[in-house]
């Protein structure tokens, strides 16, 4: 996606039961890839407070309509579902699978997991794994993407095992909140898998909300926090307009260290969620008076604060959506950093960290 980023824009593809979907147009990829929005996914991308059953609950629409879209289209055959231990638990691919009338032949586990030595990523480790091979059928997939690592080493070795049994797959349909970098990692992973299955449909990748950005090996942003190759924001990114109009109705979701957190923490490990996000709001607070506000808008928005309209609009590829909305989309940006005018980073940090605590205080011990 880096080499083509300057070609690629977000086309239209359905409005259905408050879903709205775009699909990545302008280059030929080998593969599909969808944004998907919709009303409980902003909510979860934009408000840390959301955890425990209701981040299964917010991906369920999305879900199910983008299921019923590919059904409809025939990408659908017998379906087969990966579970990556545990993020995918997160995802409510079978319950929409039910809800569309999509036959689930069976759930196959994997459990990856990160291995550190000297307090250093090292690896990772596939301790678990219980598979079904359905031969041609939709390998269905939900998991967080930033790097790839996981991804790719549960594919293959997945994807091995079809081999040795003589058996193929027809496609491989993800479901991500992630960042641009999958986009790469799944075009390489389909030149590789033509190799011997000149079949292969590719993959088709659905977005919540937007393709990601990581923050590079070595660059903790303008703060000074953040985490490479894990924290999520909107630079080099491309972000669905909903969730932009969203994100830039209020004046505390954009500084949000990531997109998403720890999504396997949000669900499960509750108190480590909220440790995280007061963490990074009481290191902000602490800080605030040496973090230049104007280069960490800017760095959130992705793009320099003075950007005319036609830079801006190739910037976030919204060059064959409706005008009026884009008109609309830029202005709102202008009169978000306006407002900030009268803010201070220490106040917004302040604010943060009183909301998430009373919002969130019965979970903490």
Same mark, same amino acid.
């Given at each position: 996606m880096a080499n083509d980023r300057n070609n690629i824009y977000l086309e239209h593809e359905f409005f259905e039961q408050g879903v709205s979907c775009y699909k990545l147009a302008g280059t030929d990829y080998l593969n599909e890839y969808y944004v998907v929005s919709e009303a409980e996914t902003r909510k979860l991308m934009n408000a840390p407070e959301v955890v425990g059953y209701e981040v299964y609950k917010c991906l369920l629409n999305s879900t199910s309509q983008m299921l019923w879209h590919l059904k409809n289209k025939g990408c659908i055959t017998s379906a087969n579902i990966l579970s990556i231990l545990r993020g995918a638990l997160n995802y409510p691919i079978e319950e929409s699978c039910f809800n569309e009338h999509i036959r689930v032949h069976d759930i196959s586990f994997l459990s990856s997991e990160r291995v550190f030595k000297d307090g250093r990523l090292d690896g990772l480790e596939i301790k678990y794994n219980k598979l079904s091979l359905i031969p041609g059928s939709s390998l269905l997939i939900g998991d967080i993407i930033a790097s790839g690592e996981t991804l790719v080493k549960c *594919?293959?070795?997945v994807i091995d095992i079809y081999r040795a049994r003589g058996a193929e797959l027809r496609n491989i349909i993800f479901f991500t909140i992630g960042g641009r970098q999958g986009i790469d990692v799944l075009e390489k992973l389909t030149r590789e898998i033509r190799a011997y299955w000149p079949h292969f449909e590719g993959f088709i990748t659905v977005y919540y909300e937007g393709v990601f950005n990581c923050y590079e090996p070595g660059d903790k942003g303008v703060s000074g926090i953040n985490t490479a190759l894990v924290d999520f924001y909107w630079k080099g990114g491309i972000i669905a307009p909903e969730f932009r109009r969203q994100t830039?109705? &209020?004046r505390c979701p954009l500084f949000e260290k990531c997109t998403i957190y720890d999504g396997g923490a949000r669900r499960y490990e509750i108190s480590k969620h909220i440790e995280e996000v007061l963490e990074f709001w009481e290191a @902000? $607070?602490? $800080? =605030?008076?040496? @973090?230049d506000f104007g280069s *960490?808008? =800017?760095? &959130? *928005?992705?793009?320099p604060l003075d950007i005319g309209y036609d830079e801006w609009l190739a910037d976030v590829h919204y060059e064959r959506l409706d005008e009026r909305e884009n008109r609309w989309l830029y202005h709102q940006e202008k009169g978000f950093i306006a407002a900030l005018g009268g803010v201070t980073l220490k106040e917004i940090a302040e604010e943060r960290i009183a909301a998430f605590t009373q919002t969130l205080k019965k979970y903490m011990i």
């Open positions: *594919l293959q070795y830039l109705s &209020k @902000i $607070r602490d $800080r =605030a008076d040496a @973090i *960490l808008v =800017a760095e &959130k *928005l992705g793009h």
